[in-house]
């Protein structure tokens, strides 16, 4: 049986619980320089934690689904292929792209 993970809701990665607590403010953090360095017209609004209600009680199954769709918010289309990207390798791969 494997160990019970939990997606970070900013980069998608999953990590044990008590791991995440200590990567997610890093993760963010990186997000924001990373963003600020983001031409105008890529910057994303800085993303939230969700939030699971699921009749009162919420699984982890629940909450690593909701992170992981928070994640994957973040990506960007290329304009050539249609692949999707963290807006920062979206610039790198848009120069290669045919």
């Known amino acids: 049986r494997r160990p019970s993970f939990r997606v970070c809701y900013i980069c ?9 607590s200590i990567h997610e403010p890093q993760c963010l953090e990186k997000w924001r320089i990373e963003n600020n360095h983001l ?24 909450e690593n689904e909701a992170a992981y769709q928070s994640a994957q918010a973040q990506l960007l ?20 792209c045919r």
């Open 12 to 20: 998608g990665r999953e990590f044990g619980s008590q791991s995440l």
């Open 39 to 62: 031409p105008r017209h890529l910057r994303r609004p800085e993303p939230r934690k969700p939030e699971v209600l699921t009749g009162g009680s919420h699984t982890l199954r629940a």
């Open 77 to 96: 289309p290329c304009g050539n292929c249609g692949r999707t990207f963290f807006p920062d390798h979206l610039i790198v791969h848009e120069k290669c």
